[in-house]
Antibody, heavy 118, light 107 residues
Framework: EVQLVESGGGLVQPGGSLRLSCAAS????????MHWVRQATGKGLEWVSA???????YYPGSVKGRFTISRENAKNSLYLQMNSLRAGDTAVYYCAREGVGATGFDYWGQGTLVTVSS | SYELTQPPSVSVSPGQTARITCSGDALPKQYAYWYQQKPGQAPVLVIYKDSERPSGIPERFSGSSSGTTVTLTISGVQAEDEADYYC??????????FGTGTKVTVL
């Protein structure tokens, strides 16, 4: 059974840093592109970052230069290093697997809440 | 930045058909995906590559594409289909984007 379990969320002050983790199981982690998607309370989904099987990374302008996505295939783990955090980064952060052959985000974790506040 | 536009809400009676549109300039060149999200839950993929249905998704969910607009159709709507629905696509650089979201209310 495919499982994605996020951790590392919490309360952080503006300007601070936080590292999220996503533990993957039930599939060959190294063979899949992985993503982070966030959702502020009562708002829509926002794509945050992606990492390909070759380690290539992608970001939207809203987080580029502040967030870094990485993966450790030996540990079946995905990470998101978030620096220079702002109140607008407050959201539930989901990790998601992208199916092989552009079949969409076929599995999602349950999310971890990040709150940026003083 | 690239945007995908959806209507904020759609209301439909049980057994009727709900259609949710998603508009974006790159949609003629990029695949679209649809996700269903119920309160307090993670999103679930219901349509991929414009019109393909993942295993386990009921046949009443279908997708179509025409020019710069893609459409999610729910035929014979059931009470359990009440949820938020998001389209998703990409631009030529690999950046992904989600639509603004549509709340489907079953009357």
């Amino acid at each position: 059974e495919v499982q994605l379990v996020e951790s590392g969320g919490g309360l952080v002050q503006p300007g601070g840093s936080l590292r999220l983790s996503c533990a993957a199981s039930g599939f060959t982690f190294s063979s899949y592109d992985m993503h982070w998607v966030r959702q502020a309370t009562g708002k829509g989904l926002e794509w945050v970052s992606a990492i390909g099987t070759a380690g290539d990374t992608y970001y939207p302008g809203s987080v580029k230069g502040r967030f870094t996505i990485s993966r450790e295939n030996a540990k079946n783990s995905l990470y998101l290093q978030m620096n220079s955090l702002r109140a607008g980064d407050t959201a539930v952060y989901y990790c998601a697997r992208e199916g092989v052959g552009a079949t969409g985000f076929d599995y999602w974790g349950q999310g971890t809440l990040v709150t940026v506040s003083s | 930045s690239y945007e995908l536009t959806q209507p904020p809400s759609v209301s439909v009676s049980p057994g009727q058909t709900a259609r949710i549109t998603c508009s974006g300039d790159a949609l003629p060149k990029q695949y679209a995906y649809w996700y269903q999200q119920k309160p307090g839950q993670a999103p679930v993929l219901v349509i991929y590559k414009d019109s393909e249905r993942p295993s386990g998704i009921p046949e009443r969910f279908s997708g179509s594409s025409s020019g710069t607009t893609v459409t999610l159709t729910i035929s014979g709507v059931q009470a359990e289909d009440e949820a938020d629905y998001y389209c998703q696509s990409a631009d030529s650089s690999g950046t992904r984007v989600f639509g603004t979201g549509t709340k489907v209310t079953v009357l």
